[in-house]
T-cell receptor, first 113, second 113 residues
């Protein structure tokens, strides 16, 4: 079993839809959870950064962490074509990745105009 | 405030040559991390450095790869005697301390021919 599982997609939704992206993990030591957005041939851009379980909202983005289920989600409301990218979940035992972030493979998201 | 700067953006090397990848962290960041992204794969942690020290190199291949972060100047990831399997995107990230999220550069795309 891989440490972090993420459906690679592609996930294609119409503009304006609510998008749900998910990751599961197996290592209960993970405490910090992140979502990155990566456009083609660019570096990962940090979207959301959360510690432990709970919800965090930032504009159209909401991150949820359920440590009991080892499951994290990213919701995108009112999706736009500019949201089309690969979304990577990442997690670590300490903040900032002192022991290295463990990434999912990424979900390729396509927002259809 | 400039982000994490990596150069070159693209690097082509013949098999057996050396590759040197450079990373200048964000201003005020003293923690640097190197990751490798193979085609169709997620980002994989390679090494974590602070100024003049390697803190965690658990993700580094045992041979041909080395990293440094000198007191002055950028961090360097060095790959000796490159092989085709080294072709990948190499990303550098930096953070100001252990408990703060890391920000990524745009990457160096290495192609070995």
């Amino acid at each position: 079993q891989k440490e972090v599982e993420q459906d690679p997609g592609p996930l294609s939704v119409p503009e304006g839809a609510i998008v749900s992206l998910n990751c599961t993990y197996s290592n209960s030591a993970f405490q910090y959870f992140m979502w990155y957005r990566q456009y083609s041939r660019k570096g990962p851009e940090l979207l959301m950064y959360t510690y432990s379980s709970g919800n965090k909202e930032d504009g159209r983005f909401t991150a949820q962490v359920d440590k009991s289920s080892k499951y994290i989600s990213l919701f995108i409301r009112d999706s736009q074509p500019s949201d089309s990218a690969t979304y990577l979940c990442a997690m670590s035992k300490s903040g900032g990745g002192a022991d290295g972030l463990t990434f999912g493979k990424g979900t390729h998201l396509i927002i259809q105009p | 405030n400039a982000g994490v700067m990596q150069n070159p953006r693209h690097l082509v090397r013949r098999r057996g040559q050396e590759a040197r990848l450079r990373c200048s962290p964000m201003k005020g960041h003293s923690h640097v991390y190197w990751y490798r992204q193979l085609p169709e794969e997620g980002l994989k942690f390679m090494v974590y450095l602070q100024k003049e020290n390697i803190i965690d190199e658990s993700g580094m291949p045992k041979e041909r790869f080395s990293a440094e972060f000198p007191k002055e100047g950028p961090s360097i990831l060095r790959i000796q005697q490159v092989v085709r399997g080294d072709s990948a995107a190499y990303f550098c990230a930096s953070s100001p301390d252990l408990n703060t999220e890391a920000f990524f550069g745009q990457g160096t795309r290495l192609t070995v021919v």
